[in-house]
């Protein structure tokens, strides 16, 4: 089957685990035999080899038969000139300004490039417009039977996409702008995503929760949505990175985006009732985002900072070596749509502690939970497992019988089914 696959990351030039999951989904799909072209803002594809057909919308030359004020009063949409994230600071909005136009006056075609590691620039709506217009001209020019599309910059490219050729658009949310705006949406990403859900002939959720999330707040028909957990690839791990645990510390991490919704501030605060009952431990937030100064602030505040480090954005190897080091993996998220760093500590057979708010506890039913905002109850469970060997031997065990089950292979069976279903 050829597949026409519009995303906004691909390894190597990642800033979460939307662009793993594209990989991995993807590979195992061409392991099946599909072809599968996948568009991106930005790559660097004159050497790169790899599974997919990478083809960087960055490099077409969009038609100038409309404005990108037409094109979004069509939609009913606007384009918004500002940092529409909320983890973003000032300082960071005028560094990704300041890069961009360095970019611009290097070279030419950066002007229509997405700021790496940046989810929003300056005049992102008109950028999601270049891309929908060059994804547009892809589409023409290609021979494909199915569209499919991954959270909601690409859901405008998927929808002129399958207008301008009629074939069948399939819509993967990863995660919702209610999640990732804390509670409070944008409305012009909010209206993308309901677009492109309506427009959609089928839509992929990662978790039951983000399918309720679906339903609550985008009104889309329950029949239209299927759930597809993301899963993890267990590579040749622990022979390469294998790094002896018998350490005078244990080491207890935290990894993703240190923003609101990945709940740092509460690893931090349980981190610290940890170190009132045992100074055996240190702990490590690895990552980056608006609240890292605050969090580094924080640490300072509570005097624990011999016990903690702060690793910065980390990415490729660096992230499998900061598995292998740990002891524990927590995951105290305020809203998680679904988490696939627990499932990759697990291969490094990590034991991890997850919050009740996340998607991925519908495939870790042996998994040890907790509110994230109970810092008593995180910090409790930290010292057990980290105190009581048979309880980190029983979760490993029992993670190593849930990952058995939680394989590429398995969702891409699920994707497969669901293009049949539509091409039939």
């Known amino acids: 089957m050829r597949i026409l696959m519009f995303g906004w990351e691909f390894p190597p030039h990642i800033s979460g685990g939307l662009g793993t999951a594209c990989h991995d989904l993807t590979r195992t799909l061409a392991k099946h035999g599909h072809e599968i072209s996948f568009v991106v803002p930005r790559a660097d594809v004159a050497e790169r080899r790899t599974h997919v057909r990478l083809m960087a919308a960055s490099h077409v030359e969009p038609p100038r038969h409309a404005t990108v004020e037409e094109f979004f ?16 600071n000032e300082q960071d909005y005028q560094s990704a300004l300041d890069n961009a136009q360095a970019r611009a006056e290097r070279t030419p075609e950066s002007r229509s490039v997405i700021a790496p590691g940046s989810h929003y620039g300056r005049n992102l709506m008109v950028e999601v417009a270049r891309y929908s217009e060059a994804g547009e001209e892809l589409a023409l020019g290609g021979d494909f039977e199915i569209i499919h599309a991954h959270d909601w910059m690409t859901f405008l490219a998927a929808i002129r996409a399958k207008r301008a050729t009629g074939k069948p658009l399939v819509v993967h949310v990863h995660s919702v702008e209610h999640d990732r705006s804390g509670g409070n949406p944008d409305n012009s990403i909010f209206q993308i ?18 399918r309720n999330l679906i339903l609550s707040q985008y009104g889309i028909a329950p029949e239209k949505i299927s759930v597809v957990h993301n899963a993890v690839s267990r590579r040749q791990v622990g022979k390469v990175y294998h790094v002896p645990r018998i350490r005078p510390r244990k080491t207890v991490l935290f990894l993703g985006r240190i923003t609101a919704q990945k709940g740092p501030d509460f690893f931090i605060e349980a981190a610290a009732r940890v170190l009132e009952k045992t100074s055996d431990v240190n702990f490590v937030m690895a990552g980056s985002g608006d609240m890292l100064p605050r969090m580094i602030e924080r640490v300072g505040e509570l005097r624990i900072g011999t016990h903690f480090h702060f690793t910065g954005f980390l990415q490729g190897h660096d992230v499998e070596r900061m598995y292998a080091m740990s002891d524990l993996y927590v995951m105290p998220s305020v809203s998680e749509p679904f988490g696939l760093s627990p499932l990759e500590a697990m291969i490094y057979d990590v034991p991890v502690i997850l919050s009740k708010q996340a998607g991925v506890n519908e495939v870790l ?10 810092v008593d109850d995180i910090a409790n469970k930290i010292l057990a497992v980290l105190k009581y060997p048979a309880l980190a031997r029983e979760l490993l065990r029992n993670g190593r019988t849930d990952l058995k089950t939680i394989r590429w292979e398995v969702a891409a069976e699920r994707i497969q089914l669901i293009y049949n279903q539509l091409l039939n």
């Open 365 to 374: 039913p042996h998994a040890l939970t907790v509110d994230f905002w109970n």
């Open 193 to 210: 995503e309901k677009l492109g859900m309506e427009a959609a002939d089928h839509v992929i959720a990662v978790s039951h929760y983000t």
């Open 73 to 88: 009063h069509t939609l009913n949409l606007h384009p918004v000139d500002s940092l529409l994230r909320p983890y973003l």
